[in-house]
């Protein structure tokens, strides 16, 4: 049974930041495209940020730019997200996901623009308040 396993969400003061870490298994995380989305009750998910585990670097939404930073960890198959300088607007259920169509990790430069639907496996979501 293949998962993914968030964790790190807390609650943070403005300015303050986060580090949210996904776990899976090696072939889970072999040249897959790996992303965080995030969403909050009664809206669509959003895409915050994604790579392709093969090669490349990471792109972000607009919203993050600057803010969030993407990393992989080959050795221990996770995904990091550090989250800078957070606000209130931060605040959602992140959720971590994996997927093969190569159509989820479409970058233009650093911006990438997430579309769930491209995504097939999902983590249960970890929880960011920021006041």
């Known amino acids: 049974h293949v998962q993914l396993v968030e964790s790190g969400g807390d609650s943070v003061q403005a300015g303050g930041s986060l580090t949210l870490s996904c776990v899976t298994s090696a072939s889970t995380f072999d040249r897959k495209c790996m992303a965080w989305f995030r969403q909050i009750p009664g809206k669509e998910r959003e895409g915050v940020a994604a790579?392709?585990?093969?090669?490349?670097?990471?792109g972000y939404a607009d919203s993050v730019k600057g803010r969030f930073t993407l990393s992989k960890d080959m050795a221990n198959n996770t995904l990091h997200l550090r989250m800078n300088n957070l606000k209130p607007e931060d605040t959602a259920i992140y959720y971590c996901a994996a997927g093969t169509n190569p159509l989820g990790c479409v970058l233009r430069g650093d911006s990438w623009v997430g579309k769930s639907r491209l995504y097939s496996l999902w983590g249960q979501g970890t929880q960011v308040t920021v006041s």
């Open positions: 790579l392709y585990t093969g090669s490349g670097g990471p």
